[in-house]
RNA sequence: GGAGAGUUGGCAGAGUGGUCGAAUGCGGUAGUCUUGAAAACUAUUGAGGGUCAUACCUCCAGGGGUUCGAAUCCCUUACUCUCCGCCA
């Protein structure tokens, strides 16, 4: 969420900056900036009408006191009068801040500066580029063709089960998956994040300070009787330990790793783009998470990347990384990285993790601060990205690395997985 | 699931109707002392709104109520703990 001062202090700024997203912000940040006149202008009110109630409390108070319960009396009858005003002043000034907050809801993050306008993925930009995309024999196949050839994921047993998107991982298929969860955990924790593991399951005040909730409802599992909604990625759980904190300067920055499965209503996409493990709606990935001081988020950020990028060129898979421009970038975030792989047998790139930095955005939210050197509570930034997707690397490496003996295990892994080909 | 107890500032923990935004301790900050540090001592230290700055207002888990006046009484929701039941 965007900070009210923030706004009316860059006014131009921000419907610029969110312009970039193709974001027509001008007639919402007039309004914010409208009902926050009114709002102060209404507290004030609301605040000498209590002013002058406190007072006469008080006084009462003390004329019982001295005795004289006569003249108590005659000004209790005073009162009824303003409490009726203060009411109704307070009645308006909440409806006033819901207005408010409703509004600011609706307001994305502004892109960082280097954040291209654009509307669509089209409009991305790749920066970067590693790995040589590998000559496949003539009878290459794609990941969910391999997957049965090799017995090593079940999907129609998954429809039994379940339902569509929930695949039944077996023998190698399981035990890979298994290596690649470990080895990204050491990985991370080598690279000085903590490793923890969260709740599955997150309450309603961990989806709005993320920013789940209000906008994506719908795209979320819901357990009505428990009012409890299944984690669609760790940073819900893992940014939401941070919810109403106050760290002290020297505590900064925070960095978290953690494995959980992602639950994922996905209502809506169906067809080939989605085929085998493209889109899930379970899958399993490790999140790395951050919670940094503003003046050296960028540098965390650059950090991060460089980190994602180490795990790739190890795995030897053919990747590249895309600066999201504004269309494309999420809500909150200010700036985004997204990692692709390519796959080979499926002829497109296959997004494995995306790297974010939130600035202030979920901080304001979650009311994310830390005590600076000066003294005073300023908000943090937050950052995350997923180090990695594991579909999706499970596909890549299923068919970039086959060939006609088996799969091979990327070198790196073998020791995760103790075999070294899939047969 | 049943019964009971609790939720107070960064943390711990007093406070049961009127100078309580809240004792005390820890922690933080500044200073004295010290070559420096530690210890000790002294001072200072909750958050948000509002103001040029004051004033002033709000906040003692969330919401509602009683009262001239609520951290304190009542209702309600959430959470925590203890006991019983169930259970990997």
Redesign the pocket.
Known sequence: MLQ??FIRDNKAAVIAGLAKRHFDAKDLVEQVIVL?DE??AL??K???T??E??????????L??SGKAAQ?NQ??EK??A??ETS?AFGDHL?TCLEKLQNLLYQLPNVPHDSVPAGKSEEDNEEIFNEGSIPELYAGAEPHWELAKKYDIIDFELGNKIAGAGFPVYKGKGARLQRALIAYFLDKNIAAGYTEYQLPLLV?EASCYGTGQLPDKEGQMYHDAQ??LYLIPTAEVPGTNIFRDV?L?E?ELPVSITGYTPCFRREAGSYGAHVRGLNRLHQFDKVEIIRVEHPDHSYKAFDGMIEHVKGILRELKLPFRILRLCGGDTGFPAAMTYDFEVFSTAQDRWLEISSVSNFETYQANRLKL?F?NSA???ELAHTLNGSSLALPRVLAGILENYQTEKGIEIPEILVPYTGFSIID
Do not use: F, H
């Open positions: 009210v001062p926050d709002r102060r507290q004030t609301l605040d000498n209590l002013a109630s406190n007072a006469m409390s008080k006084e009462i108070g003390n019982y006191k108590a000004l209790k009162t009824s303003l409490k009411k909440n309450n428990d009012n106050l002290n020297a601060r005590k003294g005073k509570n």
